[in-house]
């Protein structure tokens, strides 16, 4: 941890306001993707963001200073976005909806000037991708959005999932895996 960063965390955990905004303009980016690549659209995640920091901000006393910032503000995120998606899976079972778009738009948008069947192609492929990380478990989910979409090593993942490293690349490899099976059919389409 940087210098100033640990001196922003000791100043905001004796209530200095400013110091505390300091750490939010530097962590809210890489929050914002988290949340975004857990919940699957803007609105949510912009709602998961406000929600970590305001829980950061009122544990900032429970930080273990040995452990680095960023992760911790993860952990957090993913509390928040898997209170959302279990929020949303009640509210879907009470109306009995299904939301198979928020997911969709987690990866794959098209380059530009796609032909028709190259739209078509990645229609195909984010529904199938949407559905398949709807179906992961919340732990598989967040490993794999951790580590393919943020890039975090397994050794902050397992901190962040609270398990041990081979754990956590347990974790990840089933993710791949059913993601991998799921997209299978439509891969070797376009082979």
């Known amino acids: 941890m940087e210098a100033s ?4 965390i000791e100043r905001a955990r ?3 306001s400013e110091a505390f905004r300091v750490l939010v303009e530097r962590h809210s980016r890489t929050v914002f993707r988290v949340a975004y690549r857990m919940t699957g659209n803007e609105q949510d995640a912009e709602d998961t963001v406000q929600e970590t920091f ?3 901000y009122r544990q900032m006393g429970q930080f273990d200073s040995r452990a680095r910032f960023s992760t911790w503000l993860c ?7 898997l209170d959302l998606l279990r929020a949303r899976q009640r509210r879907r079972e009470c109306s009995g909806a299904r939301d198979g778009e928020g997911a969709a738009r987690l990866l794959l948008r098209p380059a530009a000037d796609p032909t028709p069947d190259r739209l078509a192609f990645s229609r195909q492929v984010r529904q199938r991708l949407a ?12 490993a794999f959005v951790l580590r393919h979409f943020e890039g975090i090593p397994i050794g902050e993942i ?3 999932l609270g398990r041990p490293n081979g754990a956590a690349r347990h974790c990840v490899f089933r993710a791949v895996r059913k993601l991998r099976r799921a997209l299978e ?7």
Do not use: M
């Open 75 to 81: 952990r957090i995120a993913l509390n928040c976005s």
């Open 5 to 8: 960063e640990a001196a922003a």
């Open 158 to 160: 397992a901190r962040v």
């Open 54 to 56: 305001l829980r950061a």
């Open 131 to 142: 559905a398949a990380l709807e179906r992961l478990s919340p732990l598989e989910r967040t």
């Open 185 to 191: 059919p439509v891969v070797s389409l376009r082979r």
């Open 14 to 16: 004796a209530g200095d």
